[in-house]
Structure formats: structure tokens, C-alpha cells
């Protein structure tokens, strides 16, 4: 059974030998969670969002139709193919982009169709998705995401069950770092990811972890091209137009 937060403090900070550090063991809790949010792709992390183009916006100087599109506040960023939207029942799936490349796109008014390429813009808060070709229609869209979660208040005496299911990883862990607190010669040994040294080490056992967690039926990993340059994406073919779209 998963343990509460309090009960994953108070373990850690018996291992660790300092029954004073409590509110610093709840901060570091909370670091250690928001640390594993934006560091790795977890499943337990990863939701949905659904929403409709807005075809009037013109931020950032783009066409109308390209955006912007709010996004959640918590969002950290998509896994390849999370981007995608429905019309009439057909999946139509975009492609990341930086956007340095978005700023390329011919932006002339009237081009508006079915988007292709996307970016997101991190530097807003909430963060703002934006798309091209400008879309021509409010069509339904969706947006797999990794998520920011929410800290725990004061998980020291929480009874809030942590998010994260590996909860070895975070005992471990947490009693690492309150030992690099109190200069414990013991933190390196509880906070590696070295196998043959530290077989235990909070590292170790994230790497097990992680190596399963989003391939439960052993799956087989497939090699893909680049969409932008391979495929019916591909836009390397000879332009025939006056305007290069």
C-alpha cells in the first residue's frame, strides 16, 4: 500500500538520523517530486486537454487562425504525436516545431486551412499554443501533455498519498538529501545511480523504474523519419507558386 507523505518524511528522517529536519524533509519532498515533473516523461504525469482553434487571434503578428491557444498553466511540454484534432471524425496528427522555423512561414492573409506544423510558447504563463497553417475552422483539438503537479502542503504531516508510485524511490531518496543536509557520509551511497557501487541508490531504483514505466507489454521501439522532410508532410518539393507555401 502507498504511504502518506508524512509517513514517507518521518521513514526517510529516521534512515537519515536527524528527527529535527522535519520541515526541511516536507520542502524536499516537494522539490524531489516537482524534480521528477520536469526531468522525465511519466505516465502518471501525462493528461489531456481539449479544446477548439481560435481562428480570430493574430498573436506574436501572425495570421489570424495561427493563435494564440492557451494552454493548461501546468503545462510542461507534449510527447511526439500529443497534438492532434478531429473533423468529421478524421485524426489529423501536427508536428513540432522550434520557433525560430514557425517565424519562416508565409503568414499572407487568406491561406487558411488545415494546420500542420505547431509550436508552443513557454515564456507566458499560461503557455501559448500557436499553429500553422492558420487553422480555417474552430475545429476540436487535443493535447496530450506532461503535467507540473501540484506541490503537497506541508507533506511532513500530510496524509496526502504522493502522486509518484515508486514510493522506495522517494524514501530513499529524501534520505539522501537530508543527509547532504547534515554532511552524512552516507548521502552519495543513498543518492546514486551507480548499480555495482550502490546497488540501492535512490538513482538505481529510478532507473528500473523509469526503463518499464511506459512499456508495461514490451513493446518493440521503431526508428521514424522526419516528418518535416519525409512523408506527406515533406514541403521539399519544387515550389510552383508565386508565394512559398
Not at 500500500?1 to 526541511?24: F, H, N, R
Not at 515564456?123 to 474552430?138: E, I, M
Request: charged fraction near 15%; include cysteine; hydrophobic fraction near 40%.
Amino acid at each position: 500500500m502507498a504511504l502518506q507523505a508524512q509517513q514517507i518524511v518521518s521513514l526517510a528522517l529516521q534512515i537519515a538520523k536527524a528527527p529535527g529536519y522535519t520541515a526541511q524533509a516536507g520542502q524536499l519532498l516537494n522539490a524531489i517530486l516537482s524534480e521528477l515533473c520536469q526531468s522525465y516523461d511519466l505516465v502518471v504525469a501525462r493528461q489531456n486537454f481539449i479544446f477548439n482553434f481560435n481562428t480570430a487571434a493574430t498573436g506574436l503578428g501572425y495570421a489570424a487562425g495561427c493563435g494564440p491557444n492557451p494552454m493548461p498553466a501546468d503545462y510542461l511540454r507534449a510527447p511526439k504525436g500529443g497534438h492532434f484534432y478531429n473533423i468529421s471524425g478524421t485524426i489529423y496528427k501536427m508536428i513540432n516545431v522550434e520557433q525560430a522555423e514557425f517565424d519562416s512561414f508565409v503568414q499572407s492573409p487568406g491561406q487558411n486551412s488545415f494546420p500542420e506544423r505547431f509550436y508552443v510558447d513557454m515564456s507566458v504563463s499560461p503557455p501559448n499554443l500557436f499553429v500553422w497553417y492558420p487553422a480555417s475552422g474552430a475545429f476540436a483539438a487535443t493535447v496530450r501533455y506532461f503535467r507540473q503537479m501540484p506541490d503537497i502542503p506541508t507533506p511532513e504531516i500530510s496524509q496526502t498519498v504522493p502522486w509518484f508510485p515508486n514510493t522506495n524511490y522517494l524514501i530513499r531518496r529524501l534520505a539522501g538529501e537530508v543527509m547532504s543536509l547534515t554532511d552524512d557520509d552516507r548521502a552519495m551511497a543513498y543518492l546514486s545511480g551507480n548499480e555495482d557501487q550502490f546497488p540501492q541508490g535512490a538513482g538505481v531504483i529510478l532507473r528500473k523504474y523509469l526503463t518499464m514505466q511506459d512499456d508495461p507489454d514490451g513493446r518493440v521501439k521503431t526508428v521514424q523519419l522526419d516528418p518535416r522532410r519525409f512523408g506527406t508532410s515533406s514541403s521539399g518539393l519544387k515550389n510552383t507558386k508565386q508565394v512559398g507555401w
